[in-house]
């Protein structure tokens, strides 16, 4: 369990909420999603956490597995304060969790796209016109799209 990691390692166990900022060397990170009431949450891709790494001149923005709910309400309370260099796609990057108020607040320039080849061809498919249009409009945005299925990519953060 985690409780036997955190004890046996004698870590601390912070449990994160939203707005909360921790620092790592000179690094932050700050969530920005977190789900409050997890009595009203059916499986785990609305557990997800959206959180942003920053370094000095860059910023990167993690969905995980979030959902259109989640993007959306980030979006709604969060606004331009999203705006981040790299965004990893939520959900494998999967049309049935875009949310275009989202990826416009984020506008990132790259993007990061943990899918295989076959969530990748899913991303494609107009089984979910709406969230379909706002991952066009994602990838549109980008100069740089990197996807798990193409293999190993190093994207420097200074």
Known sequence: TL????????????????GDVLYVGDTEV???FAPE???EIHGPNPLSLIFSVRTDSSRILFTGDAY???LRATADRWGDELSSDVLQMPHHGLC???SGTFYRAVGARTLMIPTCTAG?????RECYEDA???NKAALEMASR??????????????
């Not at 601390?12 to 909420?17: D, G, I, T, Y």
């Not at 990748?120 to 494609?124: G, K, L, T």
């Open 120 to 124: 990748d061809r899913a991303m494609e």
């Open 30 to 32: 700050k969530f920005y």
């Open 145 to 158: 799209v990197y996807k798990a299925c193409d293999g190993t990519a190093e994207i420097e953060l200074k």
């Open 37 to 39: 009431d997890i009595s």
């Open 3 to 18: 409780a036997a990691i955190v004890q046996s390692f004698g870590a601390e166990l912070k449990v994160p909420c939203i």
């Open 68 to 70: 259109w709910e989640s």
């Open 132 to 134: 379909m249009e706002a």
């Open 96 to 98: 049935d969790t875009g």
